[in-house]
C-alpha cells in the first residue's frame, strides 16, 4: 500500500478536475475565467474544510509564473511573513510572489497589516483561505484589496463521485479489485459532512485494512460506518457554523416549524452543547413567546435545569420538550419594547423622576400613607388597585413602548384594564 494520503494522491491538477463548487467553476463561470486569464487577483476563499480551497489555490499557483509559497496562519508568525516578503524581486521569486496563507483567520490585525504593503505594489498576490466569514476574520485593508469567492460544501454526489474515482486508482495502484456493499459509497459520503477529504481518509483505512483473497480486496459498509462515525456534522463552538445553527433553531421556533427545531436541536446535542442549546431557549422563551404564554420560561427553565442535571443522553428528553413547546405556543414579541425604552434612554431622553415617585425617606419602613407631601396616591388604597397619576417623566408623558399582542393572554389582560380603568376614571 502507497504512505501518501489518499487525499493527497488525488488532488486535481486541473480546475475540470475540482469536485463540485460548480457556482464559480466550470466553463463561463468567473473564478475559471481569472485564472485562464493568467492575471490573478488577490482572492480569498471562505468556506468550511475539505471542499476544495487548498486544491484551487495549489492549481492557480501551477497556472502562474510567480514563486508559490504557503504558509498556515495556526503556526505561522511575523517572521515567517518577512521571509516570504524577503524573496520577493529576488533569483528565488524574480516575478514576484503567489502566497497562498491558509485559515488567515489565526493571523491579528498587526499581521495581516505586514502583507498590505506589499499587496499594494503588486510584488505580492495573495490568495487566502478561511473557514470563517471573511467580512469578520480579515482585516478590512485587506478585504477591499481582495475579491472573495465563497465555497461550498459538496453534494454527496458529489463525494460519491470522488470516491468511485479513487477505489479506481487504489486498485490500479496495488493490483487489486474491490468488493464492497452497494450502500457503502453512499454511507461514506452521508458520514462525511460535505467533506470530501474526510470520506477520502475513511475510504483509505477501509482498503488498508480489508481482507484481500485471490486479487479481490473486501470491505463492508458496516466498516464504513465505523470508521466514518459522527464526522456527519460540522460544528465549531467558537465558530459560524456554531451561530449558524442557534440562529436557524431560534427561526425554527419562531416560525412555529416543531420539526426544524428538533433538528437544530439534534445538531447541538450531537456535538454535546447542551449549554448553548439552554441559553437560547430560555432567549427564546423571553423573546419570541413572552407575554402571549407567560408560564413558558418558568417550563423551559425547568427543562434546562433538568438537562444539566441529567446530562447526555437523558438530557435530550427535556430539551426536546422545551423546545415543541415554544415551537407550538403562541408568539408575542413584545418584550422587545424594552429596547425601544433603552433607545430613549441612549438618545437622552430621560428627563427628572416625578416627584410624585421620588423615593419617600421611610420607604420600606411601614406601609405608605395615601397620600405623602410629594403627592404619591398609593393605587392599593383605590377600587381596582389603580389610581391615575403621572409616572414617565414629564418630557416623555405620552410615550408609548408596549402595544399588546393580539393573543389571548395579552387581550385579557388589555380587556381586564380598560375595565378597572375606565370604572375608576367614571
Known sequence: MNNVPLAELLRPHDLSEVVGQSHILGPGKLLTKIVDGGRVPNLIFYGPSGIGKTTVANIIADKTNRAFRKLNATTAGTADIKDVIAQRDTLLAPNGVLLYLDEIQYFNKKQQQTLLEYIEDGSITL?????????????????????????????????????????????????????????????LSRNSGGDCRKALNALDILFSTGTIDGGVITFSSGDAELVSQRSAMRYDRDGDEHYDVLSALQKSIRGSDPDAALHYLARLLEAG??????????????????????????????????????????????????????????KSNNTWAIAEARDDIRHGKAGSVPRNLQNVHADGAEKPKKADMRGYLYPHDFPGHWVEQQYLPDELVGTKYYEPGDNKNEQAAVKYWRSIKNENIN
Open 127 to 187: 490568495i487566502a483561505s478561511t473557514t470563517e466569514n471573511p467580512f469578520f476574520a480579515v482585516y478590512n485593508a485587506i478585504l477591499s484589496r481582495s475579491t472573495v469567492f465563497e465555497f461550498k460544501p459538496l453534494t454527496h454526489g458529489d463525494i460519491e463521485r470522488a470516491l468511485k474515482r479513487a477505489i479506481g486508482i487504489l486498485e490500479s495502484q496495488n493490483n487489486l479489485t474491490a468488493n464492497y456493499d452497494a450502500d457503502l459509497l453512499q454511507k
Open 273 to 330: 452543547d447542551i449549554l448553548s442549546a439552554c441559553r437560547r431557549l430560555l432567549v427564546i422563551a423571553a423573546e419570541d413567546i413572552g407575554l402571549a404564554y407567560p408560564q413558558a420560561i418558568a417550563i423551559v427553565k425547568a427543562c434546562c435545569d433538568a438537562a444539566r442535571e441529567l446530562g447526555l443522553p437523558e438530557a435530550q428528553l427535556p430539551l426536546a420538550e422545551a423546545v415543541l413547546l415554544l415551537a407550538t405556543a403562541p
